[in-house]
C-alpha cells in the first residue's frame, strides 16, 4: 500500500469537502452527523480572524488564511509507515493504555490493563466510544468552548474531525500509570482534527498523557485539535499534550478544563514544534472548593510562532486557580501571551494567579504579554504579572569562566529556568523526554 488516497481527496476550499468527508467517514450515528452538519454551517457562516480583534492582537494571520491547499488526511497507510510509527509510540515502560493515532487512523490495536476494564474505566477511540457509549459521549462532546478567538477553527474542527480519544474514569476509581496517546501527522498537505474528551467521575484519579509527533520533517500540515477535560466533584485529572509537530505545521489547540467541587486538576503544555502554533485554554470552576492549575513550558526558536490566549473563570466560591506559563524564546522567534482571570460576582474568595515569564536568548525575539482581571466579587485575592528578561550575565560569565561553551550554558540555565514546569509533570520519564526534547532545540 502506498501512502496517497485511492481517490484524491479535495481540499478545504472546495465547496463539496463536507458531503467527501460524510460520506468517507460513515459514522452513521444520528445526533453526530447533525452536530457536524451544524458545524459545517457555522464554520461557512463565521469570519476569518482580523488583527484589529483583541483576542488576534499581535498574531500573524496570513498562514491562516491560507489553509486551501491542505486536504483532510484519511485512508491507509503504508505497512512501513505503520510499523515505524508503532515502534516510535513506546516511551514509558507501564502504561495503563495506550492508543497510537496516524492521521486519525487507528496504527495499532487500543491497549488496555484488562483489570482496568473491569473496573468501568473507557479507553477507547472517539468513533468506537460514539458507537458504543453514544448518551455517555453525546453529555460531554462540545459541550464547553474556549471561547477565545477561534470560533471558526472550532467549527471546522467539529465537522471534519475523523477520530480522536474518550478516557472516562468512573467514581471512586483511582489510577496511578498514565493513559497515553500518540497524535501522528503522516500525509504531506494533510490536515487533521484529533480530539481528545477526558472525563474524571466523583473522586476518581487519572493521568493522560498525549503526544503529538508528525512522521516527517519535511511534510507540511495543518492540525486543529480540541481536548477538554471534565473533573466532577473531588477528582483529581491530570492531563499533558507534547507538542512536538514538526516545523513546517501550523496547529490550532483549543482546550477546556471544567472542574466542579472540591477538585484538583491540572493541565500541562509542552511547546516545541510546528511554525505556528495557537493554544487557547479556558479554565472554568462550578463548584466551589476546587484547585484548578494550568502551565505551559514553551521554547520557540528560528521562525516559529507561539500564540498563547487563556482565561480562567471563577463561577462558584472558595476556589483556587494558578496560570504559569514560561517561554524561552531563540532566534527571531515570537510569542503572545493573552490571558484574563473572571471572577464572577458570586465567586467571593476566589484565590486566583495568573503568570506569564519570559527568557529572551537572542536580540532579535519578540515576546508580547497581556494579562488582565476581571473582578465582579469584593473579597477575593487575585494577582497577575508578567516578565520579560535576558539571562543574567554574571551568571553566564560564571558557566563562560569554567570553559562551558555559551549554547551549553544557555542549555544549562534554560534547564534551570524550565525546572518549576518540569518538576509539576508528577513523572520521570515524562520529565526526562520534555528535557531530551527541550535539549534538542538548541542542537538545531
Not at 109 to 115: G, K, Y
Not at 200 to 216: D, P, R, V, Y
Not at 361 to 366: F, G, I, Q, R
Not at 386 to 404: H, K, P, V
Request: hydrophobic share 40%; glycine share 6%.
Amino acid at each position: 500500500m502506498s501512502d496517497t488516497l485511492a481517490i484524491e481527496n479535495p481540499s478545504l476550499e472546495d465547496p463539496k469537502i463536507f458531503q467527501f468527508h460524510q460520506e468517507q467517514a460513515g459514522l452513521e450515528v444520528d445526533w453526530f452527523k447533525q452536530a457536524q452538519q451544524a458545524a459545517w454551517a457555522r464554520y461557512l457562516e463565521l469570519p476569518l480572524p482580523v488583527r484589529t480583534n483583541e483576542k488576534w492582537r499581535f498574531a500573524n494571520l496570513s498562514r491562516l488564511r491560507d489553509t486551501g491547499r491542505f486536504q483532510p488526511a484519511g485512508g491507509e497507510l503504508s505497512q512501513v509507515t505503520v510499523d515505524r510509527i508503532v515502534k516510535a509510540s513506546h516511551r514509558f515502560k507501564e502504561v495503563a493504555g495506550r492508543i497510537i493515532l496516524a492521521d486519525e487512523t487507528l496504527a495499532a490495536p487500543v491497549e488496555l490493563d484488562p483489570e482496568l476494564g473491569k473496573k468501568g474505566i473507557i479507553f477507547t477511540t472517539l468513533t468506537d466510544a460514539i458507537v458504543k457509549y453514544p448518551e455517555l459521549v453525546q453529555k460531554y462532546f462540545m459541550q464547553q468552548s474556549p471561547e477565545l478567538g477561534s470560533e471558526k477553527f472550532e467549527a471546522l474542527h467539529v465537522a471534519m474531525l475523523r477520530n480522536g480519544v474518550f478516557l472516562h474514569v468512573p467514581d471512586n476509581v483511582e489510577v496511578d500509570r498514565p493513559f497515553v496517546i500518540y497524535n501522528w501527522t503522516v500525509r504531506d498537505k494533510g490536515a487533521i482534527f484529533p480530539h481528545t474528551l477526558f472525563v474524571a467521575g466523583k473522586h476518581a484519579k487519572a493521568t493522560l498523557i498525549e503526544f503529538q509527533e508528525s512522521a516527517s520533517p519535511g511534510t507540511e500540515h495543518l492540525v486543529v485539535a480540541n481536548a477538554h477535560l471534565f473533573a466532577d466533584d473531588g477528582a483529581q485529572p491530570n492531563h499533558t499534550i507534547v507538542q512536538n509537530w514538526n516545523q513546517n505545521t501550523l496547529s490550532l489547540q483549543l482546550n477546556t478544563n471544567n472542574a466542579w467541587s472540591d477538585t484538583n486538576a491540572k493541565s500541562t503544555l509542552i511547546n516545541v514544534g510546528s511554525a505556528q502554533a495557537r493554544q487557547e485554554v479556558h479554565g472554568k470552576i462550578f463548584g466551589s472548593g476546587s484547585n484548578v492549575e494550568m502551565y505551559a513550558l514553551n521554547v520557540p526558536t528560528e521562525n516559529q510562532e507561539f500564540d498563547q490566549r487563556t482565561l480562567q473563570t471563577h463561577i462558584a466560591p472558595n476556589s483556587r486557580s494558578d496560570l504559569l506559563f514560561k517561554n524561552a524564546l531563540i532566534g527571531k522567534s515570537r510569542t503572545i501571551f493573552s490571558g484574563l482571570i473572571i471572577v464572577e460576582e458570586d465567586a467571593q474568595q476566589t484565590d486566583a494567579y495568573q503568570t506569564n515569564n519570559n527568557l529572551m536568548l537572542s536580540e532579535e525575539a519578540e515576546a508580547n504579554s497581556l494579562p488582565g482581571l476581571e473582578i465582579k466579587a469584593n473579597d477575593v485575592k487575585c494577582s497577575h504579572g508578567a516578565t520579560t528578561g535576558r539571562i543574567n550575565d554574571s551568571e553566564l560569565f560564571y558557566f563562560l569562566a569554567r570553559g562551558i561553551p555559551r549554547n551549553k550554558a544557555q542549555e544549562l540555565m534554560v534547564f534551570g529556568y524550565f525546572e518549576e514546569i518540569v518538576e509539576k509533570l508528577d513523572n520521570q520519564e515524562l520529565a526526562d523526554y520534555v528535557r531530551e526534547v527541550v535539549q534538542h532545540k538548541f542542537m538545531d
